[in-house]
């Protein structure tokens, strides 16, 4: 049995008290566990702050960049035994594995390579410099610096390795030490690349530390100039976000929360050609990578009421092919949900969907054996596909979020009530919107931009150079309004923006321009 201890002021720390145990959610056997009682939160951020950020703020862009390249490098390295260990402990498919491990490398040398652009300067200018009033003496110019606090990471159970990169990358790209976090169910990843990441000696001391197990009174120790994000439930980022302490010191808190998906299928396209056929894999594709629970997986599938029938059709047809089982074994396609809290909601959820008038059509909240394991044993859900009959008149299609192999067929007449459906989301991760008809995007899309932190269109031309809506790029948005939790991540340069306090400066003009000559006018 492993025992993950966190890494905290540079050194590994073992958790004291009773452990929490992570298993292998294909045959439910303990494989490791983890504990942070007794960890010393305090001395933790003190040297985070201490140590770790005025040694990343004496670090230019690039050379800030040098040290992500080498974190990608260190992991890279090591990709098979992190692949596996994904396998193990997140039941994921290789496939599901690859998605996570190099998504994390992919991100962290994104921002390796965003940090050379950036080059020899160590925070940023923020638009053009302007003159202030009559003569052109005086003169205001927006910056951005680093804050001197600590970015605390909290991420969820279901990518141990990319949600712990990309949120890393951009803190340290910033200049702020990271204090991360992962889910303790699945937190086997995180754990074994940290130690990977510090044995590799690529990362600048006091700028990383992790916490195996919960967080203790950590987030009760942050104040004006730290940063939270998470990413996890809605009612769990409701809940960090309302404490008082991060309240009373104004605390920048990002979340990252549930998202009720979309993809609209545009009414020109027909069945059979290659847009439809886009618009299946994407659908397809979605309910069944890392077994649904990614919370970009497309959950409603709005589709014109007269191709609903033909839609659900060549959907399950595609889904019949799933082979759900340990992935361990030969031909297993889709591997279990991650936990056994999972499972129950999981089913909880479908009865849910199915109580407010969704049907059945493959699936459901059953019980299944998973091919290659044990004879009633693991957290296995058969991809589900339900449908409504109308879409305005259900509910919980559009305010509960299955988080797993599960999505629901909504028809609808015209673009007017696609974008009144899409809304009825309250605010999401991102939809796609399937067509070649521009009027038809272009309504859809302006209706539902303000409810999105990313669109997506896609049809012909783009198949073959498509990432398909699940796929959170780093040049790109990743967060949303509402129901999403209100957050914003990556983006390139923007993601920056988290971690940098922005700043009017005015003063004689020649002073200011001399003070911002240090800074990347980017
Ligand atoms: P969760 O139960 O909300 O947990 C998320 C993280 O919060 C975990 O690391 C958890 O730690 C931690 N946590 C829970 N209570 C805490 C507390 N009182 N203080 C400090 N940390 C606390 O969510 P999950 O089950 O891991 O993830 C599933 C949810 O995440 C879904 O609803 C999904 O929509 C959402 N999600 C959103 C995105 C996105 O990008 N918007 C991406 C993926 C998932 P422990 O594990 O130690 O409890």
């Known amino acids: 049995m492993t ?41 933790a951020l003190a040297h985070a702050r201490d140590v770790g950020g005025p040694a990343l703020r004496a670090r230019t862009f690039a050379q800030r960049g040098e040290m992500l390249r080498a974190m990608a490098q260190a992991l890279h390295a090591k990709r098979d035994e992190l692949l596996d260990l994904a396998m193990l402990n997140g039941g994921n498919t290789r496939s599901d594995a690859k998605f996570d491990i190099d998504g994390a490398t992919a991100t962290l040398t994104a921002y390796a390579d965003l940090g050379q652009s950036l080059g020899d300067a160590r925070w940023l200018t923020d638009g053009e410099p302007v003159a202030l009033g009559r003569s052109s003496r005086v003169s205001g110019q927006h910056i951005l610096t680093p804050r001197a606090g600590v970015a605390v990471h909290i991420n969820a159970f279901n990518f141990p390795a990319w949600g712990t990169a990309e949120k890393a990358a951009v803190a340290l790209l910033a200049g702020m030490p990271v204090i991360s976090k992962p889910a303790t169910a699945t937190a086997l990843v995180a754990w074994r690349l940290t130690e990977l990441l510090v044995d590799s000696g690529a990362m600048v001391p006091g700028s990383f530390s992790l916490i195996a197990g919960s967080t203790g009174d950590l ?48 009414p020109d396209v027909e069945r059979g050609d290659d847009t439809w056929t886009l618009f299946l894999t994407d659908v397809a594709r979605d309910l069944t990578q890392k077994t649904g629970q990614k919370g970009t997986a497309i959950r409603r599938v709005l589709v014109p009421r007269d191709q ?34 999972q499972l129950r909601d999981v089913r909880a959820g479908i009865e849910k969907l199915v109580a407010d008038c969704a049907t059945v059509h493959t699936g ?26 109308h879409g ?45 008809d521009r009027a038809f995007a272009a309504e859809v899309i302006v209706g ?51 971690y940098l306090q922005r700043t009017a400066l005015q003063g004689y003009g020649p002073f200011v321009d001399h003070i911002v000559a240090s800074a990347k006018r980017p």
Not at 13 to 31: D, K, Q, Y
Not at 227 to 248: P, Q
Not at 316 to 329: A, E
Not at 455 to 483: C, D, E, I, S, Y
């Open 219 to 266: 987030l009760d120790r942050l104040g004006a100039q730290d940063v939270l994000a998470f990413t996890g439930g809605g009612s769990t980022g409701t809940m960090l976000r309302s404490k008082v302490n991060l309240l009373a010191a104004s605390t920048h808190v990002n979340v990252e929360a549930d998202s009720l998906n979309g993809a609209v299928l545009g």
């Open 3 to 43: 025992t993950l201890k966190s890494y905290v002021c540079d050194r590994w720390v073992a958790g004291e008290g009773r452990p929490a145990t992570l298993v292998n959610p294909s045959t439910e056997e303990a494989i490791a566990e983890a504990s942070s009682e007794g960890v010393d939160f305090a001395a």
């Open 448 to 498: 539902i931009a303000p409810f999105h932190g990313r669109v997506t269109v896609a049809n012909a031309k783009v198949a073959g150079a498509w990432f398909g809506p699940g796929t959170v790029l780093p040049q790109l948005l990743h967060g949303g309004p509402g129901r999403a939790g209100g957050g914003e991540e990556l983006g390139g340069l923007r993601g920056l923006g988290l």
């Open 392 to 436: 305005a008149a259900a509910d919980a299609v559009h305010t509960h979020e299955v988080f797993g192999p599960v999505a629901t067929l909504v028809p609808y007449d015209g673009a007017a009530e696609a974008v009144a459906l899409v809304r009825r989301g309250g605010g999401g991760l991102v939809t796609s919107v399937y067509t070649e």
């Open 308 to 341: 609903l029938d033909a839609v659900r059709e060549d959907l399950m047809d595609r889904l019949s092919v799933t082979k759900v089982g340990n992935p361990q074994s030969e031909g297993v396609t889709m591997g279990p949900v991650a936990t056994a809290s």
């Open 364 to 389: 459901g909240a059953g019980a299944l054996q998973g091919i290659g394991a044990p004879e009633g044993r693991g957290y296995f859900v058969a991809p589900t596909l339900l449908s409504v009959e």
